[in-house]
């Protein structure tokens, strides 16, 4: 159910608005903007129950740029929060995070993992919270030994699984709680650190742990395993791990291009497999990246994973298939979002009757026809430019000047350093000039 905008707290509201006046994507309170996304809930909540029973799921979004990928991901992972789950967010780039180098892919899941009350880096909370509860298990009588034996053995029995795979996972825990329990933080910091796949931990911590070197690919999945083992024992429902902006394999060399999708593809054998109980894997990209020859179907297995039928009328997409896509918004989906931040932002403002008055549904239509004219009709890529418009330019000036009248005082300018590629590129079209040559353009509204 979606909470109306007087229920929200003040913080969350402003870190709504906060975001949408710099033109990103919120970090929380989705919820309450997401429109048009009624249709996958109860897909989404049901996969989410099968991964907290000990399944896994792989899921592929793909949407046009705008369409609002990143706004579904992140629906998803606060939804996903709210039943118990731990997230996290990687964006995959040539340079950063490539996908198909998984030790960095997995020290990026471990750097921004976060939980309900975590935004990020929660590896330390979740690894002290899981360390707790063996303490507490280990002392109700879960083994025959006492105090930190016990606590020790108890760890190892439940990580020998894992330790078949990855052996030094379980011995850098161990370690890590010795060191702990003996004072010495700085030991028990760089065994932490090693144990998220960060590289260059002093060779003193490794010996300590009876470890060599530094997490590698092979490791790598191995070390996955461990994380959804602490976090299902420390009564997490599971982890929800986000690939976003996948896309961007297709401009990497045809070398990486071929070792990432194959990684991909190694990824979503394994999670078929069993292999990773308590995941949920979820990537986004764009209809080229699936459809393309410099994407997916160059690796026939992976395309074959991957297919679904988008021939039909977009009402009747299946949400439980492997692949399933945004449509982008239309202008009345846009309408709807835009009053649902202007009510968002009128339930704190100084005065919420004049700008709900001021900036009626009337005017909001006006202004997303005009956002829209400007990237050449394309309304589905407008909600970004649309909504920071709104804040920034609009409704902070209605809250903050009482004699503000946004028909008769504002004129929408759209300047090429405030766009996204994409909308660079919309709007070079629709004004048939170099995107690098837009100036600043006046449109009465």
Partial sequence: MTEVPG????????????????????????????????????????ELQTVSGGGAVFKAVRGEYGSGKTFFSRWLTERAKRAGFATTEVQISETETPLHKLETVYRRITENLSTSTTQSGALRDVVDGWLYILDHDAKDGATQSTGSEGALDLLQRRLSDVSKE?????????QYRLAQTSGNPAEADGLLAWLGGQPHVAASVK???????????????????????????????????????????????????EKSLNALRQLMDE????????????????????????????????????????????????????????????????????????????????????????????YLRDLAAAVGGELGGRTGIAPRLFLK????????????????????????????????PTEREAHARSNRVPAESVDEIDLDI
């Fill in 389 to 420: 418009k709104l804040v920034s330019d609009v409704l902070d000036r209605v809250d903050l000047f009482e004699d503000f009248n946004p028909r008769r005082d504002y004129h929408l300018t759209v300047s090429a350093d405030e766009m996204t």
């Fill in 271 to 362: 999670i078929d497999g069993g292999r990773f109980p308590g995941l949920y894997l979820l990537l986004t990209g764009t209809p080229a990246f699936f459809d393309g020859q410099q994407g997916v179907q160059r690796l026939p297995p992976l395309a074959q994973r991957l297919q679904a039928d988008f021939t039909t009328d977009a009402r009747f997409d299946n949400p439980r298939a492997t692949q399933i896509r945004l449509t982008g918004f239309t202008p009345e989906s846009l309408l709807e979002l835009g009053g649902r931040v202007r009510d968002i932002y009128a339930a704190g403002a100084k005065d919420p009757e004049r700008v709900r008055d001021v900036v009626d549904d009337g």
């Fill in 166 to 174: 990855a052996p030094a996972f379980a011995a850098v825990l161990r």
């Fill in 7 to 46: 229920s929200i707290s003040p913080r969350r509201r402003r870190d709504i608005i906060d975001a949408l006046r710099r033109g990103t994507v919120p970090q929380y309170g989705l919820d309450v903007l997401a429109v048009d996304l009624a249709r996958f809930e109860d897909t989404v909540d049901e």
């Fill in 207 to 257: 010996r300590a742990a009876g470890v060599r070197g530094d997490l590698d690919h092979f490791g790598a999945l191995g070390f996955l395993q461990g994380l959804l083992t602490v976090l299902r024992d420390s009564d997490y429902a599971g982890l929800v791990v986000v690939f976003d902006e996948v896309e961007t394999l297709q401009r990497m060399r045809s070398d990486v291009r």
